[in-house]
Structures are given as structure tokens and as C-alpha cells.
């Protein structure tokens, strides 16, 4: 992919076995070698073990290693597909994590800034063993989908929603394509108004909906 400031990345994971420590590491804005064969020089990223529920969210700048944010309790220890969506915007990064077949979080788990890594990068991503591990142990990466900039659903009012970047816009760095449509009439926003309805009115009230 086409080195990116701003991205906002979406993907599932799965690992198949829950003993013996593995550890993800999904970056963006990544650039420069890999480190320790894990993480590149330069980037913010997740680390997520198979067997432990504690995420950090990291940032790699000049090859060091810095915590940002560390959560217990926040990666279910499980064989079960996991969601993972990464956001980098300026100098802000946020992620949020979920279980397959829930609805995704509208809150992040975690925000946070920093002004380090401020050129464009690309997405990496890693699974290596544990210190402690003695036998092979993988991770099932799907459903990868990189936004760049804006990724919000196309509900509601989007005048002005960037959409992802392709072909000659993307590689010739002439900005974002903007969505000019969806004024609370179509078929999504009317269900999606619908079910904020239901959620606070009563029986009676709804039927004068």
C-alpha cells in the first residue's frame, strides 16, 4: 500500500491455540526495519498475546519502545474470532477490541496522543513466541480493511465524509474523495433512527413514531 499519514485500519483475528505466549503486533504509520524481527523503527501499534487479556498500545520511534497506554482484561484469552480496529489521526491513536458476532463499541478503549511519529508509514504486521513457548504457535489475520483518514459509517448527515483512497487520487496525493450524499433519507438511516427510537421511547410512544 501507498505510504499513509492518517489511517484507520479494521481487521479480524484468531488465535488457534491459547497456551504457550504468542504476541500480535499489528503497527501503523510503521516505516524504517524491523526491530527484534517484531516491530519496525518507527510507528505506533497493539501488542496482543494468546494467552493474556492485557492490550498495549505502543509507540516505536528511532527503534525504542515506549508504552502509551496498557489495559487488563481488554483481549479476550479465547480461540474465538476476534475485531480489532486502529485509528492514527494527527497525533491522536485510539483502538478498540470485540468479540465476533457483538456489535462494535461505539467508545474506544483507549485515547491517547503523541507527536513522535509524525510521517507516513505503512501497515506492519507481526506474530512471534514468547520467551516460554516451546512449540510453533500461529494467528489467523482476515477481513483486513485500511482506510485512510474518516472511516465513518455512511449514515446520517456525510457532507464532507472522506472515503477510502485508490487509483490516481491515492498515488498522486491529490487528497480524499468526499461523499455528498445520505441526508437521513435512505434505508440505513431510517432503520438506524428506528433503533435509537426503541431504545428510549415506550410501547405507545413508538407507534406514534
Known amino acids: 500500500m501507498t505510504a499513509t499519514r492518517d489511517t484507520t485500519t479494521t481487521l479480524s483475528y484468531t488465535f488457534p491455540s491459547t497456551s504457550s505466549q504468542g504476541l500480535l503486533n499489528v503497527y501503523v504509520r510503521a516505516s524504517g526495519s524491523w526491530g527484534s524481527g517484531n516491530r519496525p523503527a518507527n510507528g505506533y501499534g497493539l501488542g496482543i498475546g494468546n494467552s493474556y487479556s492485557t492490550v498495549a498500545l505502543v509507540k516505536r520511534f528511532n527503534g525504542v519502545t515506549t508504552t502509551l497506554n496498557s489495559r487488563n482484561n481488554t483481549s479476550t484469552v479465547s480461540t474465538a474470532k476476534h475485531w480489532l480496529k486502529l485509528r492514527v489521526s494527527g497525533s491522536t491513536i485510539q483502538y478498540k477490541i470485540w468479540l465476533d458476532g457483538q456489535a462494535e463499541p461505539t467508545a474506544w478503549l483507549a485515547t491517547v496522543t503523541d507527536t513522535s511519529v509524525t510521517t507516513t508509514g505503512q501497515i506492519y504486521l507481526?506474530?512471534?513466541e514468547g520467551s516460554s513457548n516451546v512449540g510453533a504457535k500461529s494467528v489467523v489475520i482476515d477481513d483486513i480493511v485500511v482506510n485512510a483518514g474518516d472511516d465513518r459509517d455512511a449514515i446520517g448527515a456525510t457532507i464532507g465524509q472522506s472515503l477510502p483512497n485508490w487509483g490516481p487520487v491515492a498515488t498522486e496525493g491529490r487528497g480524499?474523495?468526499?461523499?455528498?450524499?445520505?441526508?437521513?433519507t435512505d434505508a440505513d438511516s431510517?432503520?438506524?433512527s428506528r433503533r435509537n427510537a426503541e431504545a428510549v421511547l415506550d410501547a405507545?410512544?413508538?407507534?406514534?413514531?
Open 126 to 128: 507481526s506474530f512471534y
Open 204 to 209: 405507545a410512544s413508538l407507534e406514534a413514531y
Open 176 to 184: 480524499r474523495t468526499v461523499a455528498m450524499v445520505n441526508l437521513y
Open 190 to 192: 431510517i432503520a438506524a
